[in-house]
């Protein structure tokens, strides 16, 4: 079984939300997950013969996903998020 190679990890924002992107090697394929790193809800993932072509693609999706998301405050009186 191929040993993952090249692991990078980074935060970042995208499209205002607060993503992190993983990216490795597995054999001859780059594999790029990005989760919303608040509240964590969901994972895009893409392959690709390059890093570049698999964060490319994971990008473009996870963008797209992300601006189609409305940010809203809580309801009145919601105590269980900080700051409301």
Do not use: H
Not at 26 to 50: F, M, Q
Not at 62 to 68: D, F, G, R, S, T
């Amino acid at each position: 079984m191929p040993k993952a190679e090249e692991y990078s990890e980074r935060a970042t924002q995208l499209a205002g939300w607060p993503v992190r992107i993983v990216t490795y090697r597995l054999g001859t394929t780059y594999r790029t997950t990005i989760d919303n790193t608040d509240p964590g809800a969901w994972v895009v993932k893409a392959e690709g013969a390059s890093r570049q072509e698999a964060e490319a693609k994971a990008l473009k999706e996870a963008e797209a996903l992300l601006e189609k998301v409305k940010k809203q405050k809580p309801p009145t009186g919601c105590t269980s998020v900080p700051g409301f």
